[in-house]
C-alpha cells in the first residue's frame, strides 16, 4: 500500500475521532477514540493490517519521541511540582507496586481459579 | 539572525531530532536503564533552552509539529491488540477484571494520597491518569483542569519504576503466572515497563501491550466519574 494512502488512513481516523470527541458531553480523549475506532475496523476486517503496516510501524518504533516536546512542557510547570516534590514523588513511587500487586494477585487468582475448574471436571 | 532561528520551526525539529539521537546513543552506550533516550532527550532539550535563555515558545514552535503526531501514535496501537487477539481471547476476563482491579486501586490510591498529603487540585488531576500511557494519561489529566506536561512526568517516574523493578515485583510478590505478570507490567507502568516485560518473555511483553490499552480506556472512562 501507497505509504501516504496509510498516512491518509490514520490521520483520517484521527479526524473523525476529534469530532466524536467534541460531540460527546463528556471529556474523553479523542486519542483514545481513535485507538478504539481503529481496533473496530481491524476486528470487523474493514481495515486489514497491511493497510496501515508501515506508518503504524514508524511510529512504534519511535514512539518515545513524539512525546518529548509534552515532556519539555514540563519546564514551564516546574514551579509547580517543585512547590510540592516530595508528594508528587512519593505518590508517583508508592502506587506503582501497589498497582503491579493488585492487578497480578487479581488475574493469578482468576487463572489458578479457572485451572482447578477444568482439572475437577476431568476427573 | 538570532531572530530568524528563534521564530523557525525548524528549530524545534532539529533540536528535538538531535536531543533523540543523543539520548539513543548514550543508551546504546552505557546500555544504563536510567539512560533512558526519552529522559536524556529531554535533559538535554531542557539544557539547551536554559543555558542559551531560549523562550520556550521558541521552541514549541516546531515542537507541536511532533506534539501533533501524539494522536496517530496512540491510535497505532490498536494493531498492537489486533496482532495478539489469540492470546487476548484465550485469557478475555483475567485480562478484563486484571485491568479493571488495576485502573481502580491506581485511581483510588492516588485519590486517597493525594487527599492525605493535601496536595493541589491541579497537581491531583495531573497524577490521576500516572499509570496509563502518556497520550492517554495527558489527555485525561488535561480535561480534568490538570496540566499535561505533569501528567507526563509523572507518567515518566512511574514507568522508569516499573521497567527497573519488574523482575523484583514478580519474586516479592510470588507472580508465576505469565499471563498475571504481564498484565501486571502493562498496568502499573504502561509502554516504559512493557520494553521490560518483552525480555522478560514473549507471553509477558504480549500481556502488557494489551494493559497498556485496556488500562487506558478503562481509566478514561472512570475519569468520567470523577
Redesign the interface.
Given at each position: 500500500m501507497n505509504i501516504m494512502a496509510e498516512i491518509a488512513i490514520?490521520?483520517g481516523?484521527?479526524l473523525v475521532?476529534?469530532v466524536i470527541s467534541a460531540l460527546i458531553p463528556?471529556?474523553?480523549?479523542?486519542?483514545?477514540i481513535?485507538?478504539?475506532?481503529?481496533?473496530l475496523l481491524?476486528?470487523a476486517k474493514i481495515l486489514k493490517?497491511e493497510h496501515?503496516?508501515r506508518?503504524?510501524a514508524f511510529?512504534?518504533a519511535n514512539?518515545?519521541?513524539?512525546?518529548?516536546?509534552?515532556?519539555?512542557?514540563?519546564?514551564?510547570?516546574a514551579p509547580?511540582?517543585l512547590r510540592?516534590l516530595?508528594?508528587?514523588?512519593?505518590?508517583?513511587?508508592?502506587?506503582?507496586?501497589?498497582?503491579?500487586?493488585?492487578?497480578?494477585?487479581?488475574?493469578?487468582w482468576?487463572?489458578?481459579r479457572?485451572r482447578r475448574k477444568e482439572g475437577r471436571s476431568r476427573d | 539572525m538570532t531572530d530568524v532561528i528563534l521564530t523557525s520551526p525548524f528549530f524545534?525539529l532539529t533540536l528535538?531530532?538531535a536531543?533523540?539521537c543523543a539520548g539513543c546513543w548514550l543508551q546504546k552506550k552505557t546500555g544504563l536503564l536510567l539512560c533512558n533516550?526519552?529522559l536524556i532527550?529531554?535533559a538535554l532539550?531542557?539544557a539547551v533552552?536554559?543555558l542559551l535563555d531560549i523562550p520556550?515558545a521558541a521552541?514549541?514552535a516546531g515542537?507541536?509539529f511532533?506534539?501533533l503526531?501524539?494522536?496517530?501514535?496512540?491510535?497505532?496501537?490498536?494493531?498492537?491488540?489486533?496482532?495478539q487477539?489469540a492470546i487476548l481471547k484465550e485469557?478475555f476476563?483475567?485480562?478484563l477484571?486484571?485491568?479493571l482491579?488495576?485502573s481502580?486501586?491506581?485511581v483510588g490510591?492516588?485519590l486517597a494520597?493525594?487527599r492525605l498529603?493535601r496536595?493541589?487540585e491541579?497537581?491531583t488531576a495531573s497524577?490521576l491518569p500516572?499509570?496509563v500511557t502518556?497520550?492517554?494519561a495527558?489527555?485525561?489529566a488535561e480535561?480534568?483542569g490538570g496540566?499535561?506536561?505533569?501528567a507526563?512526568?509523572?507518567v515518566?517516574?512511574?514507568g522508569i519504576?516499573?521497567a527497573v523493578?519488574?523482575p523484583l515485583?514478580?519474586r516479592v510478590?510470588r507472580?508465576?503466572?505469565p499471563?498475571?505478570?504481564g498484565?501486571?507490567?502493562g498496568?502499573?507502568?504502561h509502554?516504559l515497563g512493557t520494553t521490560r516485560a518483552i525480555e522478560i518473555g514473549s507471553v509477558q511483553g504480549a500481556m502488557s501491550s494489551i494493559?497498556i490499552?485496556v488500562c487506558?480506556?478503562i481509566t478514561?472512562l472512570l475519569?468520567?466519574f470523577l
Open positions: 490514520i490521520c481516523v484521527c475521532s476529534e463528556a471529556a474523553f480523549p479523542a486519542s483514545v481513535a485507538l478504539v475506532l481503529l481496533a481491524l476486528f493490517p496501515i503496516q506508518f503504524s511510529l512504534v514512539m518515545a519521541f513524539f512525546f518529548l516536546p509534552s515532556c519539555v512542557g514540563v519546564m514551564e510547570h509547580a511540582i510540592q516530595a508528594p508528587f514523588l512519593l505518590i508517583s513511587f508508592l502506587t506503582t507496586p501497589l498497582v503491579y500487586l493488585a492487578t497480578a494477585w487479581a488475574v493469578q482468576m487463572i489458578r479457572a | 524545534g528535538t531530532a536531543a533523540w533516550p526519552l532527550a529531554v532539550i531542557i533552552l536554559a520556550y521552541y514549541s515542537g507541536d511532533i506534539k503526531m501524539l494522536g496517530p501514535v496512540t491510535a497505532v496501537l490498536a494493531l498492537n491488540i489486533y496482532n487477539r485469557h476476563l483475567p485480562v477484571a486484571g485491568c482491579v488495576g481502580l486501586t491506581s490510591s492516588i494520597l493525594c498529603f496536595v493541589e491541579a497537581l497524577l500516572k499509570s502518556t497520550a492517554i495527558m489527555g485525561i480535561s480534568h496540566v499535561a506536561g505533569i507526563a512526568a509523572a515518566m517516574v512511574a519504576t516499573g523493578f519488574a515485583f514478580a510478590f507472580i508465576t503466572e499471563v498475571a505478570e498484565l501486571a507490567i498496568a502499573c507502568s509502554a494493559a490499552c487506558g480506556i478514561s475519569a468520567l
